[in-house]
C-alpha cells in the first residue's frame, strides 16, 4: 500500500490510537498510536501504512489541523431558504451553493420535529465530515417551524 494524502476527520481517539475518517471517500483508517489528535478535529496530511501487514497506519506529516464549530444560532433562515423550503415536501432536502465557498442544505420537517431535527444536525458526524470536504470553517444551523437551513461557511 502506498501513502494517502488527504483531509480526515477524527472519528474516535484514546491514549493509544485514533481512527480517522478520509472525508474524500470515507475510508476508514486506523492509527496505531495517537499523535495527540482529539475527536472531532479535522487533520489535513499524509498517513502511510505500517509494515509488515499494513492494516494500521501513522500519520508522517500534518499541513492543517483544526476543529469545525457546528451550532445552532438564533437567527431566523433567509428568505431563499424560506422560499425554497416552502416548494418542499416535510423530508426533502435542497442543496443551494453558496456564491463564493460553502453551499446551504435546505431540510423540510413536521413542523413539531424541528429543534430536534435541528440537533441531530448539530450532532451527526456527517456534517462534520462534509464541512471537512468543503474546506469551511464553521457551520451555521437555522430554523423557523417545519424548516431546518444548514449554512456551510468560510470565517
Same mark, same amino acid.
Do not use: K
Given at each position: 500500500?502506498?501513502?494517502?494524502?488527504?483531509?480526515? #476527520?477524527?472519528?474516535? $481517539?484514546?491514549?493509544?490510537?485514533a481512527t480517522l475518517?478520509?472525508?474524500?471517500?470515507?475510508?476508514? +483508517?486506523? #492509527?496505531?498510536?495517537?499523535?495527540?489528535?482529539? =475527536?472531532?478535529?479535522?487533520?489535513?496530511?499524509?498517513?502511510? %501504512? &505500517?509494515? %509488515?501487514?499494513?492494516?494500521?497506519?501513522?500519520?508522517?506529516?500534518?499541513?492543517?489541523?483544526?476543529?469545525? %464549530?457546528? &451550532?445552532?444560532?438564533? #437567527?431566523?433562515?433567509? $428568505?431563499?431558504?424560506?422560499?425554497?423550503? =416552502?416548494?418542499?415536501?416535510?423530508?426533502? +432536502? @435542497?442543496?443551494?451553493?453558496?456564491?463564493?465557498?460553502?453551499?446551504?442544505?435546505?431540510?423540510?420537517? %413536521?413542523?413539531?420535529?424541528?429543534?430536534? =431535527?435541528? $440537533?441531530?444536525?448539530? &450532532?451527526?458526524? =456527517?456534517? +462534520?465530515?462534509?464541512?471537512?470536504?468543503?474546506?469551511?470553517?464553521?457551520?451555521?444551523?437555522?430554523? @423557523?417551524?417545519?424548516?431546518?437551513?444548514?449554512?456551510? +461557511?468560510?470565517?
Amino acid at each position: 500500500m502506498t501513502a494517502i494524502e488527504g483531509t480526515f #476527520l477524527v472519528t474516535n $481517539a484514546d491514549d493509544g490510537s485514533a481512527t480517522l475518517r478520509n472525508v474524500a471517500d470515507s475510508q476508514v +483508517l486506523t #492509527l496505531s498510536d495517537n499523535p495527540g489528535v482529539e =475527536a472531532g478535529e479535522v487533520v489535513a496530511g499524509t498517513v502511510e %501504512p &505500517e509494515p %509488515p501487514m499494513e492494516v494500521t497506519y501513522t500519520i508522517t506529516e500534518v499541513t492543517e489541523r483544526r476543529t469545525i %464549530p457546528v &451550532e445552532t444560532v438564533d #437567527l431566523a433562515p433567509t $428568505a431563499q431558504t424560506t422560499e425554497i423550503a =416552502a416548494e418542499q415536501a416535510p423530508g426533502e +432536502l @435542497t442543496t443551494v451553493e453558496r456564491a463564493g465557498e460553502g453551499e446551504v442544505h435546505v431540510l423540510t420537517v %413536521p413542523e413539531d420535529e424541528t429543534d430536534e =431535527a435541528a $440537533a441531530d444536525v448539530v &450532532e451527526d458526524e =456527517a456534517t +462534520l465530515s462534509r464541512a471537512a470536504r468543503l474546506g469551511v470553517d464553521r457551520v451555521e444551523v437555522r430554523t @423557523t417551524d417545519g424548516v431546518v437551513s444548514v449554512r456551510y +461557511l468560510p470565517d
